[in-house]
C-alpha cells in the first residue's frame, strides 16, 4: 500500500498564491506519475496537472501557465505551486499517484483532499 499525504491548501484572495504538497509513503516501487486532480463544485473531477519520475509535466488547459508542478523523486513528493489564482479554481484537490508494484501490477492512490478557496 501507498499512503499520501497533501498539505498547503487555504483560502486565498483572487490574484494570490497557494502552494500544495503531497507526499508518498509506504511500499513504493517505482512510480510512474505524480499529480493532482480537482474537483469543483457542480463539475467531476478533473486532471490539473501531473508530472512523471523523468519530470515530463502535463497540464490541463485551464492551467493557463498559471500553476507548475513539481517533483522530487528522493522524498517521493510532488509539487504544485498555484499563481493568479481565481475563485473559478475553487474545489477540492486530490493528489494522486499511479504506482507499478514489485510484479507488474499497477495501482492508482488518491490523496483525502485538500480545500482550496479563493475569494473575489
Known amino acids: 500500500q501507498v499512503q499520501l499525504v497533501e498539505s498547503g491548501g487555504g483560502l486565498v484572495q483572487a490574484g494570490g498564491s497557494l502552494r500544495l504538497s503531497c507526499a508518498a509513503s509506504g511500499s513504493i516501487f517505482f512510480i510512474n506519475f505524480m499529480g493532482w486532480y480537482r474537483q469543483v463544485p457542480g463539475k467531476q473531477r478533473e486532471l490539473v496537472a501531473h508530472?512523471?519520475?523523468?519530470?515530463?509535466?502535463k497540464y490541463a488547459d485551464f492551467v493557463k501557465g498559471r500553476f507548475t508542478i513539481s517533483g522530487d523523486n528522493a522524498k517521493n513528493t510532488v509539487y504544485l505551486q498555484m499563481n493568479s489564482l481565481e475563485p473559478e479554481d475553487t474545489g477540492v484537490y486530490y493528489c494522486?499517484?499511479?504506482?507499478?508494484?514489485?510484479?507488474?501490477?499497477?495501482?492508482?492512490?488518491w490523496g483525502q483532499g485538500t480545500q482550496v478557496t479563493v475569494s473575489s
Open positions: 508530472i512523471t519520475s523523468g519530470g515530463s509535466a
Open positions: 494522486n499517484v499511479d504506482h507499478t508494484h514489485w510484479g507488474g501490477r499497477r495501482s492508482d492512490y
